[in-house]
């Protein structure tokens, strides 16, 4: 997609210049408090593909023109996510994050452990307030602020929903719509359902328009996620840029690993339960799994399903009167989405 | 203060029925949701005097006479309060809160320490989304909404800043105006400034007076903070709810210390330093150190300091032209927190 190279530098350049206004305005507090912003402002820094403020930025350009506004609220999202990493690592004893220490980390170097763990959470915390601030900074009207805001809210709040469910031990007995509902809190609320909502918003979109987008949202966050699973167990790993094998240490709550569970024989049930989730897990284990997950058919099932959601996220928007920038970028997006698999 | 008992009866009904609504719209996505959210609901309903809320009822009533409205925007400082306490126990180590386990520590039950952590930071997170929505669900105007937004944000962010430098490790070379600065930011903020904005933002007060009316909160936000560090080291424990010596054992970072530090003999320095902040220190040393701590100057200086914070915060509003019953409140506040001591 040729739009995503060129607006994530604008991204980039919008998230950048909100932080360095922070770091000049908040800096005379005091020299820690100025380090703890640098921090910050590193973490948010450290890149990715923009994706989620790039759909902000186009779920807008469906109803509107002009796009110098819409850039700097779109930090919003990166912001959150700053957030929500910076207590995620520390939930899941995750030491990196892109390559650099995770947060916690950072600290930790400092002055030990406990004084790492605190500064992660007050770091955390630090980046949910900026989110709101990147909202309230922009040029657009009251309303339009405030609708945004209730979106922001909205989106980081289904999280904290998301995240509490995902972190509960045991997936012996979960069912696929239980998975769903995680997969739909977790990843679709701000991969893609948050952003069409704060775009729309800024838009002063039609309520007709923004139900049909948010349904195209929530397929094409949903199918996100499958083909996250099913790479995170069958790709290779310089096409994922993490461990092949970490989402079966890590025991990662999946579909396709519940469908698994579900199709599989009762012996294999009990193998895949008395390895999941262990860091000590041999190759040949890791394996085994892979072959019960394919033989039990959960690998094609999932496959189905991901096309499913593509396809059901497409045809929800394909009719939709929208302008042409932003739904030929909706439409690239869930073909984006496709190929990743 | 009469006033006080009335209106925290109006406070608690409506952060109980906040709560109330979050648990019956949410309570649909799971069972360990529902959990989280009667969990956090009672945590916020555990009692405190909701002082808090009820000065921004009482900075509105400075302007307007209307108060259905601000009792339920007045809540998301308790829940500023909730989302901070529960971090803070976190960081703190604390195991308690009003006398009933910490939130970490309800989880800790459930599936041991690292989950109870995790579910401590996530419930924090979650009391911190509900402060917006407390705002968002108001009758307010569009932009007033935005204003109160903007200011509890500008609260909740100082907070975050004030409690990364409170748990910077040794004070043995801290002066008056880094003591002072880490008050402000992290007592004087959300105990008056943030309130006083907030009910100001919300009753559209004029600038020239929300300014005094700001003076007047720094004043007996400082003052609110030295008369806890004064009554933690020599009242009776019956009378401030907790026991006379933990500021001492927790090594807490007081202008009372600092002081102390800074007019004591060297030898006494040494004495206090080696014992001040380690959880074993015997009652004798505790004695010890209160006799260096009034001996030295410190105790008179702190209380003299205490009664100039009071006279000052008066003084910027005693001539201020405000409603009968805003002004009347805050005169009596000021009054109030003198008699603390």
Chains 1, 2 share one sequence.
């Not at 700053?82 to 004893?93: T, V």
């Not at 499958?226 to 290779?236: H, I």
């Not at 096309?307 to 909706?330: M, P, S, T, V």
Request: neutral net charge; charged residues 35%; aromatic residues 10%.
């Amino acid at each position: 997609m040729k739009n995503i190279e060129e607006y994530k530098e604008k991204v980039n350049y919008a998230l950048k210049n909100f932080l360095n206004n922070k770091l000049s305005k908040d800096s005379r507090y005091s020299e820690e408090i100025k380090e703890l912003i640098e921090n910050v402002a590193e973490f948010n820094m450290r890149g990715g593909k923009r994706i989620r403020p790039i759909l902000i930025i186009f779920a807008y350009k469906c109803f509107k023109d002009e796009e110098h506004k819409i850039i700097d609220a779109s930090i919003c999202i990166e912001l959150m996510q700053a957030y929500l990493l910076i207590h995620d690592d520390i939930i899941d004893n995750s030491d990196l994050r892109r390559g650099k220490p995770a947060m916690h980390k950072i600290y930790e170097k400092k002055f030990g452990k406990h004084f790492g763990l605190s500064m992660g959470i007050l770091a955390g915390d630090l980046c949910n307030h900026y989110m709101y601030d990147s909202i309230i900074e922009t040029k657009f009207s009251d309303t339009e602020k405030l609708n945004a805001i209730s979106y922001v809210n909205w989106t980081a709040n289904r999280e904290i929903y998301g995240q509490s469910l995902d972190i509960l031990p045991g997936f012996e007995e979960i069912k696929e719509e239980d998975i769903l509902k995680i997969y739909e809190l977790k990843t679709a609320t701000y991969t893609s359902q948050g952003p069409i909502y704060i775009g729309c918003a800024l838009a002063d979109a039609p309520k007709d328009k923004i139900e049909k987008m948010q349904k195209y949202a929530y397929n094409i966050g949903i199918a996100f996620q499958l083909q996250d699973d099913l790479n995170g167990v069958f790709s290779k790993e310089e096409e994922i840029g993490k461990p092949v094998d970490s989402d079966i240490k890590e025991g990662k709550k999946t579909l396709l690993i519940a469908k698994t569970l579900e199709l599989c024989s009762k012996q294999e049930k009990s193998f895949i339960l008395s390895k999941y989730g262990r860091q000590e897990i041999s190759e040949a284990d890791i394996k085994e799994i892979r072959k019960i997950i394919k033989k039990s058919g959960a690998f094609d099932y999932c496959k189905n399903r991901f096309y499913e959601f593509i396809e059901n996220g497409k045809n929800e928007i394909i009719n939709l009167q929208l302008k042409e920038d932003g739904k030929k970028f909706l439409i690239e997006l869930a073909d984006y989405v496709k190929n990743l698999f």
